[in-house]
């Protein structure tokens, strides 16, 4: 898609619905939104069926946000909550199967750049842990180790939320869970380290409890990940049914987390430092 | 029935801290009217969950938002039926 695509042709408005003409007019595109212009701009996510108080719809939300240009912009996901809100965007979602995220991403970007060789196509994988961490983690490591140029997003709600409460790879140690009565009996995988072991140029482990620092890492890793190579963020995202928090503490939750064992971390590859400082100074050049 | 933020706004006004805007996991449903500088609630899309009420006691220590019952509402802003349109926003929200 691109904006070209979505401006309505002159005369057809009144046959458009109110939200599309809205978003087209109102929305985010071509000028670069933030966090603190919220609430007076169209945003490209509509309403979803996620269940109310949900931290990873505040992260996909504020991932939206983010994003440099999302009528550039591909989403892949898989089954999982996080495709309840990500197919209400107005961003391309491509479904992929269980466990082929992030392959489905390395043929598609390969594809865009072949193309569309006069534009910047951003292609950003958005699944939970279970979708990358267990089911799809061959395919994961894999572009990793290929330096495919997208981004992967991990909603870490360290468990499958959708299917009942089992544990997943990313679960804690000792976690008792609906389908894991005994506790889980493993580590948390490291997900972080395998990132870095596999040479991933970007690295951020976040939580959404500072809307202005999601959106600046998603913007961080997508553009990164345009010319650099693949970049990982890992973000703490609760469950709030089957880790049973009350929706008002959800980011008390999420600010314990943080400070225990969760804290912001973000890597970043020297090759990928100076990429982003030259954006900088030919910013300010421009200015 | 069931509860949905409420913002008074007076309270709201004289600040301008904006940060239930963010923290809200709906898209598009805490408003804010640049002309009046404050925000408001689309009652359609508001699912309840109280993280503003959370974030404006706790965080930003206003106290602005309550929750209500939805019947206890005279007028009410959907933005179903009023569209995205700032422009027509005149500073009175229900």
Known sequence: MSLKNMTITPGWEKYMTKEYVDLVERGPYGKQKKVSEMGSFKEVLEEHPMCAGCAMTLFIRLTMVGLPNPEHTVLIGTAGCGRLALTQTSI????GNYGDTNAVASGLKRGLEVRFKDQT????VMAGDGGLADIGFSA??????????????????????????????????????????????FDKMDMIGLAQTSGVAYIARLTPTNPTRVASVIR???????????????????????????TPKVLDDAREIESKRYGFMEIISDEAKA????????????? | MYLVAHIDQAICSETACRLCTQYCPEANTIL????????????????????????CDDLA????IKMIMITDLKETFELSKEGFRPESWTGQHP
């Open chain 1, 140 to 185: 994961v490591m894999h572009s990793w180790f290929r330096k495919e140029k997208f981004t992967t997003i991990m909603l870490d709600n360290e468990v499958y939320g959708n299917t009942g409460g089992q544990e997943s790879g990313m679960t804690e140690r000792g976690a008792l869970l609906k389908m894991a009565p005994k506790g889980k009996l």
């Open chain 1, 92 to 95: 391309p979602f491509i479904y």
């Open chain 2, 61 to 64: 220590k206003h106290h602005a």
């Open chain 1, 121 to 124: 196509k951003d292609v950003v």
């Open chain 1, 220 to 246: 961080k890793a997508v553009m990164i990940a345009r010319e650099v190579g693949p970049t990982f963020i890992q973000a703490y995202t609760s469950c709030n049914i089957e880790y049973a928090i009350p």
């Open chain 2, 32 to 55: 804010y009217d640049n002309t009046a500088k404050t925000a408001f609630v689309a009652v359609d899309r508001c699912k309840g969950c109280e993280i503003c009420v959370g974030i």
């Open chain 1, 275 to 287: 990429y982003l400082e030259s954006i900088d100074t030919s910013k300010k050049a421009k200015k």
